[in-house]
């Protein structure tokens, strides 16, 4: 008796190439009201920059008005701007923080 004789394939699914996410910039602005060492002081606590850094950052806000403290994925750069918000709020700063895509 003949066999039929089967000739079963598997296909592998198509993967597709996952994009990149989108990144964003976190970013401070001057005021004239809040103090260097607290720009200083929130670079330090929120973007983990250490202390030499962080005063070039805070000489770029003072001096050009605002400047890139990181770049982060959505998720994490929300996160960061509303502590930072909070922050300030808690220790009677007017500092502003927002993000915009990179």
Sequence with gaps: MPTKQSTN???APERKK???P????VILF????TTMEFVIEVL???FAINRERAMQ??????NEGSAI????????AETKVNQVVEFAKQHGHPLRCSM???
């Design 30 to 33: 001057n005021d004239d009201f």
């Design 44 to 46: 330090q606590r929120f």
């Design 100 to 102: 915009e895509e990179n």
């Design 57 to 62: 950052i805070m000489l770029k806000v003072h």
């Design 69 to 76: 403290c990181g770049i982060y994925v959505r998720d994490v």
């Design 22 to 25: 989108r990144m964003y910039k």
């Design 9 to 11: 394939v598997i296909l």
């Design 18 to 20: 996952t994009a990149p």
